[in-house]
């Protein structure tokens, strides 16, 4: 495992518009280098134990939306506290239990250096089981959102992919997705810069939604 961090923050708490920590690692694919993924959308999923309840729910979740991610060239990347001949025993339960393969890798952070890196947990914890957060990475290698789940709260895949969705939209069209957006519905224009620009726009200036020809 090898885990490069700035020197000053071996602990670092990350935020969105971060880049995203790089590391060397085993993973169920074969070793991993996480910068050989610069150029796709990268969805990284933070697992504290394999075999567990909930995370494997997710596992199979995924697994069966994975061709939606690909299709949106997000690249499915996850990682579990545990060691890679553990992940491996995993992957094969699940695929003679239900008949799920799982096409993404997962990547093995037996010693946690991965989980300190992207601020999962500090020196001080005294389990894993605050591993569990989701971290959005877009081509540039920036963090574009970050979500955080108890160990016993499922996550929602759909609204993963959604999310996935509203952020390429978000570049592509330099609009902004309103609550609940969902792929071809309107998008809302960024707020207005000038008092010139708030006039002309009228009372509802403050919110003005785009269609997609205008974007």
């Given at each position: 495992?090898n885990?490069?961090t700035?020197?000053e923050s071996?602990?670092?708490?990350?935020?969105?518009g971060d880049?995203?920590?790089d590391?060397s690692?085993?993973?169920?694919?074969?070793?991993?280098i996480?910068?050989?993924l610069?150029?796709?959308?990268?969805?990284?999923?933070?697992?504290?134990?394999?075999?567990t309840?909930v995370?494997?729910?997710?596992f199979?979740?995924l697994a069966?939306s994975?061709?939606?991610?690909?299709?949106r060239?997000?690249?499915l990347l996850g990682i579990s506290a545990?060691?890679?001949?553990?992940?491996?025993?995993?992957?094969?339960?699940?695929?003679?239990?239900?008949?799920i393969q799982?096409?993404?890798?997962?990547?093995?952070?037996?010693?946690?250096?991965?989980?300190?890196?992207y601020?999962?947990?500090d020196?001080?914890?005294?389990?894993?089981?605050?591993?569990?957060?989701?971290?959005?990475i877009?081509p540039s290698?920036?963090i574009?959102a970050i979500?955080?789940?108890?160990a016993?709260?499922?996550?929602?895949?759909?609204?993963?992919?959604?999310?996935?969705?509203?952020?390429?939209e978000?570049?592509?069209?330099?609009?902004?997705?309103p609550?609940s957006?969902?792929?071809?519905?309107p998008t809302?224009?960024?707020?207005?810069?000038?008092?010139?620009a708030?006039?002309k726009a009228?009372?509802k200036w403050?919110?003005?939604?785009?269609?997609?020809?205008?974007?």
């Amino acid at each position: 495992m090898n885990v490069s961090t700035p020197a000053e923050s071996p602990l670092p708490f990350l935020r969105i518009g971060d880049r995203a920590p790089d590391f060397s690692a085993r993973t169920t694919h074969g070793e991993f280098i996480m910068s050989a993924l610069r150029g796709h959308w990268v969805l990284l999923f933070a697992h504290p134990a394999d075999f567990t309840p909930v995370c494997t729910s997710e596992f199979i979740a995924l697994a069966r939306s994975a061709e939606e991610f690909q299709k949106r060239d997000c690249v499915l990347l996850g990682i579990s506290a545990d060691s890679l001949p553990a992940h491996l025993a995993w992957v094969e339960a699940i695929n003679t239990q239900f008949g799920i393969q799982i096409p993404f890798p997962i990547i093995e952070d037996p010693s946690l250096a991965v989980a300190r890196a992207y601020g999962m947990l500090d020196s001080a914890a005294q389990d894993s089981a605050t591993v569990r957060s989701i971290f959005v990475i877009d081509p540039s290698g920036t963090i574009r959102a970050i979500l955080n789940y108890p160990a016993t709260v499922g996550r929602s895949v759909p609204e993963l992919l959604r999310l996935l969705c509203a952020l390429q939209e978000v570049d592509r069209a330099g609009a902004l997705t309103p609550e609940s957006w969902q792929p071809g519905q309107p998008t809302v224009a960024p707020p207005l810069q000038t008092q010139a620009a708030v006039e002309k726009a009228g009372a509802k200036w403050f919110f003005q939604p785009m269609t997609r020809e205008r974007s």
